[in-house]
């Protein structure tokens, strides 16, 4: 009688501790902070003309191996010009670093959505009218996160 409660115990303890072993993923404030301290390392090796700025950020498991990723949508602003870029920042120990990024031109990015592992950018691009400073078109954009980079997704 006393081994199958002591197995039992000892199970429940390896699950517990197995569960505490996985880091909970970091909540709304925790990933803000987290694009927050990216963004200001990546300032630092910019030009004094250059400033960084986070958009959306999100959370999310975007490759199914049970840690969560935070995801996030930048503007680089220059004196002149300015781009956005989407960097995925990926637990590391006790920290997050980025593990990859867009290397395509985005456009006009109005929004980022982060679902079923698929990072989509609701874009404006220029029309054959349009000024630069003014896009028209509406694109959607679709990425996946595979082997450490972000993917054009169908």
Partial sequence: MGVPVLRSTCLLLVL?????????????????RIAEQFLATRQASAGPQEAYEAGDVAVADLDGDGESEVVVLWTMLGPTHWHHGVTVLARKGQHYAPAGETDEPLGSVEGMVVRNGTVELKTKWPGPNDARCC????RTLRYRWSAGKLSPAK
Wanted: charged share 25%; aromatic share 4%.
């Fill in 16 to 32: 517990a501790f197995c569960a505490d072993a996985r880091a909970a993923a970091p909540d709304t404030d925790q990933a803000r």
């Fill in 135 to 138: 896009p028209t078109v509406p």
